[in-house]
């Protein structure tokens, strides 16, 4: 059975290390893995969104809507533009930071305050401010690695392989604060 | 070794693989990694080319001298390399020659959405199209030895889906290939007429043993099952069909999308009866299917617009949509925008401020025709804005000339304003020429041109100077200005609009993400100076917003730059610790 997990975010945000340890991982663990991104334009402080697939075979490397099992949104705003992408039972965690778009800095829109609110009537919502958790860990740029520990719960993949793989795709000198982040993801509690 | 990589990292590594000498390219998305990943080999010779015509010529000279050779370019890039592809058909090689073109169905970063198939079938070039990334690397050896075998350049053909996308690959050793001697031979690489016309029925013969070799190649595949109907497909859509159907529909997967077989195609009609066609873009298949006067049905399903996913496949064929929650709450879009610190702000501000019309071209500054800034008139082409500026002005006259501007980077400018710029030098138009040098080549992620110094190692390099330049094609008035400085702009903008000649502007300042260029603390808005006139709101940056009535800067983006310091009629905005 092949399962589909979404990162998405704000282009800048840090999906792509995220989405590269999780990659990394699943082969690890004897899957067959693809995981798709787009480059470019989208980077620019656009909505950004990475797809990664694993099972025993995967065909394709694209979630369509209403086939992801877990979605990981950097972004409050982001989750509510992707939720169409959540299989009915599927779980939303998401940072609860906001980022404002541009067409809410110049005054064309506002941001909806009551997203979240809205978002948890809707679906399965698991919601975490990653960004004070981040710079709890020791640097406000590891909101993907906290997010990462919280998706390890998701996931029956224990978390000594998380570690490994961590090893693997951050620099050693950043890893006692990638280490700490991805703990204070997983170990949170409301 | 089993590896994941992205497709366009699957291709370098088939370069590398296949004993590859030269790569000669022309970044552009999804292509970009192609190249950048194999100048990570340093057993193979890379560079990043002006444009892609260069980078195709390029290539064919390392093939003329006997070594296995490849470009890299998107889908518009072809366009440019267009006129070497159409005669390097009839030449042929020496050493294998390569041709990755990497499409962008759904445009995520493109000016269009074309479909490079057409291109191999009007060349009569052959083309092979990878499904994913363990494809990528294999398609990519087989195709230098076909190069070889045929006589002939062939395509690689990817897509952002293929191009993009991560699979697991097996990797082995590179194998050189032997030695081959260059030996004059004017028949064949001297395209004369008298030659040229000997070579057409050889192109021509060529296409009938590839069409041969389509028919028991096993790129191509059939995969029956005991189904009432059947899909040709190709590239990505296999994954869909496979995706949606398993193994429980007959599926003709074309690796080789030119030549396509014949008789190959009648036999797999005939056993599965009905057939339909997945393909992205436009009707390739499906015209040729129908052109050997078998029914099938493709484009009736399936839009030519933009790309598929097994979701389209699926109702496609009647499939149910999942469920899926939406919201109420209309969710605000989130358009890509200039970076905070960018310098190309500064000098948008300036031109939207005095309400000029800019002719733009293709790069992060494109951004620019975002709100509030709605600085562009126009985006056509690598290179269009600088010859669209003088056709312009030439039709509109003074009516235009004090008043129209057009925008261009440096490696845009390298790779096809330069002759726009010769053309208004040449032909007299008293048009201005900004040129937005930001010392790299941007939207693409950073790669080297011939004006930042720097070679695709990163190694020191000559360097073009712009000002040279630009004076020796016969530009009298060229002068520098910093981004970063709004009166600056303002008064070069002024005058060299007011010039009876024509000039260029080169509005100069790096790139503010490049790793040596220092940024500034983050500034500071003073609320109790701020009198919320959103003036600094109009420069469109990230960093500012307002909150709570007062303008705020968000000091995890903010890097200093202090162009909105200067727009803040009240001194609001300081640097950190001063307010």
């Not at chain 2, 605000?332 to 309400?355: D, E």
């Amino acid at each position: 059975m092949t399962k589909s997990i979404m990162i998405v975010g704000v282009g800048g945000q840090g999906s792509l290390l995220a989405s590269t340890l999780l990659g990394k991982l699943l082969v690890t663990e004897g899957y067959d893995v693809k995981v798709s991104e787009v480059h470019g334009m989208s980077q620019r402080g656009g909505s950004v969104v990475t797809y990664v697939r694993y099972g025993d075979k995967v065909y394709s490397p694209i979630i369509d809507k209403g086939a992801a099992d877990c979605i990981i949104s950097f972004e409050k705003l982001e989750a509510a533009r992707w939720v169409q992408y959540l299989k009915e039972d599927g779980v939303i965690i998401t940072n609860t930071q906001q980022i404002d778009p541009m067409p809410v800095v110049t005054g064309a829109t506002e941001y909806p305050a009551q997203i979240l609110t809205e978002l948890s009537e809707k679906v399965t919502v698991d919601a975490l401010d990653a960004l004070s958790l981040a710079e709890e860990a020791g640097s406000s740029r590891a909101v993907n690695i906290v997010l990462m520990g919280r998706l390890a719960r998701q996931l029956d993949i224990p978390c000594e392989k998380w570690e490994e793989a961590l090893r693997q795709v951050v620099k050693p000198k950043f890893i006692d604060i990638n280490l700490k982040a991805f703990s204070l993801g997983y170990n949170y509690a409301e | 070794m089993k590896e994941l990589l992205i497709g366009n990292a699957a291709v370098a590594r088939g370069l590398y693989e296949a004993g590859v000498s030269v790569v000669s390219s022309y970044p552009g998305t999804p292509s970009t990694e192609i190249t950048e990943m194999a100048a990570k080999y340093d057993e193979i010779y890379c560079e990043w080319a002006p444009n892609e015509k260069v980078a195709m010529e390029v290539a064919f000279g390392a093939s003329v001298r006997g070594k296995r050779s490849a470009c890299a370019m998107k889908h518009v890039g072809l366009n440019v390399a267009a006129d070497p592809l159409f005669t390097l058909s009839y030449t042929g090689v020496n050493g294998g020659l390569v041709i990755c073109v990497a499409d962008d169905p759904g445009m995520h970063s493109s000016q269009n959405e074309q479909d490079s198939r057409h291109y191999a079938q009007a060349a009569k070039v052959p083309m092979l199209e990878p499904s994913d990334s363990k494809e990528a690397l294999e398609f990519t050896k087989l195709a230098f030895e076909l190069s070889e075998e045929y006589d002939t350049p062939v395509f690689i053909k990817m897509c952002t889906r293929v191009a993009h996308s991560q699979s697991i690959v097996e990797t082995s050793d590179r194998v050189l290939p032997e030695d081959k001697p260059y030996v004059k031979n004017p028949a064949k690489y001297i395209m004369t007429p008298a030659n040229a016309t000997k070579r057409h029925p050889f192109v021509e013969e060529r296409t009938k043993k590839l069409t041969a070799y389509a028919e028991q190649a096993d790129i191509n595949r059939e995969e029956y099952a005991d189904s009432d109907f059947g899909i040709i497909t190709v590239g990505t859509c296999y994954q869909y069909v496979k995706e949606v159907f398993g193994d429980s529909v007959s599926v003709l997967k074309l690796g080789m999308i030119n030549p396509m077989p014949v008789d190959r195609i009648r036999k797999f009609a005939e056993k599965v009866g009905k057939v339909y066609i997945v393909e992205e873009l436009d009707g390739i298949i499906e015209t040729h299917v129908k052109n050997l006067g078998i029914d099938c049905t493709g484009k009736e399903l399936f839009s030519n617009i933009g790309e598929l996913s097994q979701l389209t496949v699926a109702t496609a064929f009647g499939m149910d949509m999942p469920e899926f929650k939406s919201v109420d709450t209309d969710v605000p879009g989130r358009p890509p925008v200039m970076c905070a610190g960018c310098p190309h702000r500064g000098m948008y501000y300036t031109l939207a401020k005095n309400k000029i019309t800019v002719l733009g071209d293709i790069g992060c500054y494109t951004l620019g025709a975002a709100p509030p800034l709605c600085a562009l008139d126009t985006t056509l082409c690598m290179g269009a804005s600088v010859s669209g500026l003088h056709g312009f002005n030439k039709a509109g006259g003074k009516d235009t000339e004090g008043k129209t501007v057009c925008v261009i980077g440096d490696s845009t400018f390298m790779h096809s304003g330069i002759t726009g710029l010769v053309n208004i030098a040449y032909n007299g138009s008293n048009s201005t020429v900004i040129i937005l040098d930001n010392s790299i080549t941007g939207m693409t992620g950073h790669q080297q041109n011939p004006t930042t110094g720097y070679n695709i190692k990163g190694d020191p390099a000559a360097k073009i100077d712009l000002e040279t330049l630009c004076k020796a094609v016969g530009i009298n008035r060229v002068r520098v200005v910093d981004p970063y400085n709004l009166a600056e702009c303002d008064v070069a903008l002024k005058e060299e609009l007011a010039a009876e000649e024509p000039s260029v502007i080169i509005s100069r300042r790096p790139c503010i993400l490049l790793k040596n260029v220092k940024t500034k603390p983050s500034l500071i808005v003073s609320e109790s100076k701020c009198k919320s006139c959103k003036m600094c709101l109009k420069l469109g940056c990230p960093a500012i917003s307002m909150h709570e009535g007062k303008a705020h800067i968000d000091p995890t983006l903010c890097v200093g730059c202090g162009v909105c310091t200067q727009l803040c009629k009240f001194d609001a905005i300081n640097e950190g610790g001063q307010c």
